[in-house]
């Protein structure tokens, strides 16, 4: 897999995630819609806003030895990078797109015409400042960039089978290898390295990620910190090894996490397993968001204390919801366990989503639990709790992009012993010997229908369901009518003989749900929250009665919550509404929640998530 995306091929995990690049097809449903926008909307526009943000011009720069750099970030490159990552999975799906094949060639080719013949590929280094290569390793991302041209090469060799963009970024690999002895102010690529050597076999990447991981934490970026933000901004501040929770800039970390569990699975290690166990525990405990956003502060966009978890001055970087998905993804690879799949589905459907509007050209870079009324912020560009068609440090779309083209491969895994499905989409799945195919209205309905299409002839094999930590309520058919039990924490399984047809049905209680927060996070005690499944809810202005002010709103405990579908809002959602009150004259007002991932998509205005309580 590539940062969490595509198809993973550890050694030494628990589970492995599907190959080849098409082994998981998502056909309908939820996630089908929101990938054809990605599809048809999102990506074919890259190539426009990559042209006007003066990302390609720098490559164009480099090829030809003159010009200047454009754009105000050393990292501009990443874009084109991580755009190519996601054209690249959508090609695996695709192939006859030969518009985007256009598009692809011709950014390999501006890439390789770029590239020094020592392999160097940086434009920031080679047009701005050539004068600095390799002396700014703490802001400089040459190593960042790097790691995202790997990921993208690794993506596009598993999707079409060609070399191009694989050979440019081993060159520049091997020039790595060669000549950087530090370690990078934005962990990247360490993971990539990993992926590098599954695609590859060489196993100098491996160890090459392990050197990187290893360098950090002993002060080698200190002649380079800001002292404003401080070592522990970049997790220079103490060794991987021995960190005891996640800290500093929220992306970093878990970027830096997710090599550390590709690390632990390749090479067995079982320390860096324990630190990246330790490290999650601490993350779920006290740094994450209902939704499953993380990234407290707007100031080094960094995790808080513990329980410093204010909804209205949530960072909640869109890019750090993905990057908590790909390692969350790597230890549930790692493990076996179903509470990392747990937060990956929560962390999709909400923090994650969020981050990208329903027409697929608008975007939300940070991703607030509240926005009050006379919300202020409006102002603040790419931190502003308002969806803008690009961003000038335009991290998150092209990473939203390949997320939702390399989805399918976050879907099922599988073993010697059979597939596991993770998470609940209508497709295709393909692993451990055999072939699922998946039907479902998940989220909106519970029921997920399971048919055998290939299994082991005259063999036992076992199918694996998760059961979600939210679910209270469920009930599971086997194709001979049977109740299968869960098996193991998390985890419906039934081990049996199967043949074609066989049919296995789970059915996962939607009741719509009131939840408290943790008393220990002051910002929102006494509040309560409203899901319904995998979903959190939201209050929006636009729902509401005239005159509702959400600052004099409250929910009783024990409200009741009614559901009901709308198939035209919205692409199709189902709301929630309760009877509320005004806590300034107790006068009755009734309640209109909507999915949290849709909020912001009709009109400006409050939004609320946490409710005080009557």
Known sequence: MTTGQGPIRPTGGAHTALRPATAARITDGFWAARRRTNAEVSIPQGP????????????????GGDGTFSGDFPFQDSDVHKWLEAASWHLAEHPGDSRLVSHVDEFTELLAAAQEPGGYLQTHYQVAHPEKRWTELGWGHELYCAGHLIQAAVAHHRATGRRELLTVAV???????????????????????????????ERRWLELASAFVDRRGHGLLDADVNPHLGPAYWQDHTPVREATSVTGHAVRQLYLLAGVTDLASEAADPELRATAERLWEAMVASKTYLTGGVGSRHEGEAFGEPYELPPDRAYAETCAAIASIQWSWRMALLTGEAKYSDLVERTLYNGFLSGAGLDGESWLYVNPLLVREEYEGANEADKAARRVPWFRCACCPPNVMRLLASLPHYMASGDADGLQLHQYATGVYEAGGGRVRVETAYPWHGRISVTVEEAPEAAEWTLSLRIPSWSTGRTATAPDGSAPAEASPGWLRLRRPWAPGDTFTLDLDLDARLTRPDPRVDAVRGCVAIERGPLVYCLEGVDQQPGVRFDDLTLPDGARLEARDEPG????VTLLSAGGARRSDGAAVRLTAVPYCVWANRRQGPMRVWIPRE
Not at 171 to 183: K, L, P, Q, W
Not at 569 to 572: D, V
């Open 48 to 63: 426009a806003k990559l042209e006007e943000a003066g990302n390609l011009a720098n490559l164009r720069a480099a090829a």
């Open 171 to 201: 060159r520049f690999a091997e020039h790595i290898d060669a000549t950087v002895d530090g370690v990078c102010g934005h962990p990247e690529i360490e993971t990539a390295l990993v992926e590098l050597y599954r695609e590859t076999g």
């Open 569 to 572: 809002l919205m692409g199709g």
